[in-house]
């Protein structure tokens, strides 16, 4: 019976592992619980529609605040960068260095600054990530306001997560006096995690059914253990 019980765990592993490319999770997204994955690869915001004379805002302290998402990749590279621009258009600034993430999971920095003189007015954080699949992207509405806010309970990094500071031209492409351009993210990150990507499904196709799958198999090793 060995066999097959590591083959369902195998199983397992797979289905639970293979799910979003990222949420973001604080500030509140734009599309708020109801992220569209396949809209993800859209630069500026995913499937979010950036307006400030429509978008829900939330305040973020320019003297720090937490940006916190979950990856659903083996890794990535993220950029954290902000706007003033009504529609998100352009003039991006960046918020917080080029973080590289290992591991799936929660990903949360407690105190990402914006510049000053931002306090009182309205914009965009977006988040950038370089990830096995593409650009991908996520958008909140804000309100910069001044001072410093404590990072909530919930802004933990998973246990087995690690960040490092790195060099990514394709997501500095994505700033302010960067090209502009939407170059394909930068050679060594896609080999790094070459084998991860060909597992990737989007979990929007088939949410429930992978559940569904997830859930029989759970019975089923339940059985033979
Ligand atoms: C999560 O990891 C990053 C990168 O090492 C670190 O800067 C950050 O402070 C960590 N977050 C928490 C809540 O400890
Ligand atoms: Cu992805």
Not at 151 to 172: R, W
Request: net charge negative.
């Amino acid at each position: 019976m060995a066999p097959l019980r590591s083959l369902l765990a195998a199983g397992l592993f797979l289905f639970s592992s293979v799910n979003a490319h990222f949420s973001l999770d604080t500030p509140k997204p734009l599309e708020g619980d109801n992220m569209n994955e396949e809209l993800e690869p859209n630069a500026p915001c995913g499937g979010g529609v950036p307006d400030l004379s429509k978008n829900d805002l939330t305040d973020f302290h320019v003297g720090g605040d937490s940006v916190h998402w979950q990856l659903g990749h083996p890794q990535a590279n993220f950029l954290v960068r902000a706007t003033l621009d009504s529609k998100a258009e352009g003039k991006w600034t960046q918020l917080f260095p080029i973080v590289q993430q290992s591991f799936r999971g929660d990903f949360c920095e407690p105190v990402v600054t914006a510049p000053k003189e931002w306090a009182g007015k309205k914009g965009f954080i977006s988040i950038a990530c370089a990830a096995p699949d593409g650009f991908l992207f996520q958008c909140a509405a804000v309100n910069f306001v001044s001072g410093s806010a404590d990072a909530p309970k919930s802004c933990t990094n998973g246990t087995q997560v690690t960040g490092s500071f790195v060099n990514d031209a394709s997501l500095t492409a994505l700033l302010d006096g960067g090209s502009g351009t939407t170059t394909s993210p930068s050679p060594s990150q896609s080999t790094s995690t070459g084998a991860a990507s060909a597992l990737y499904i989007p979990s929007g196709s088939l949410p429930l059914g992978s559940l569904a799958v997830t859930a029989a198999m759970v019975v089923l090793g339940a059985a033979l253990l």
